[in-house]
C-alpha cells in the first residue's frame, strides 16, 4: 500500500505548475508519510494556487489529467466529498485541519462546480485539500 500511495504522488507531483503557491511535503518531500486522522488508507494533499482557474487547467488541462483518470487503481471511494477549494489571505499557509474542518459547497469550502466568489482582499489565493 504504501508503495502504490508514493508512486501515485511521485506521478503526480511531476507537473506541478508556476500557479503553485505552496503544498503540503514531509521533510522528505512526500506528502505521503503523513496519516490523517489515525488510518493509514488515507492520503492528504493541501495546496495553495493562484486561482481556482489555475488549479482547474492543472487538474484538467495537464498530464494531471492522466493520473487523475486512473485514481481508482490506487484510492476507494470515501462516499463523502473528497475535496474542498476555499480562499485564504495572502501570506497565510493553511494545516490539514483548516481542510478538514471544511464542508461545502459554501462560501467556506466550495468545488469547481459550485465555486464562490473571494472576500474582499483574498482574490488572489485560493486552497485545496483533498483525501
Partial sequence: MRRSRTRCWRISSRN???????????????????????????IVNLSVWESPNALFDYVYMSGHLRVLSRRTEWFE???????ALWWIPVKTLPAIEDGLARHGPTERAFTFKSRFPAPTGLADRVTTESQ
Fill in 16 to 42: 506541478w505548475t508556476r500557479s503553485t503557491r505552496w503544498r503540503i511535503q514531509t521533510e522528505t518531500g512526500n506528502v505521503t508519510d503523513i496519516e490523517v486522522g489515525g488510518d493509514p488508507r488515507l
Fill in 77 to 83: 471511494r470515501l462516499g463523502t466529498p473528497s475535496v
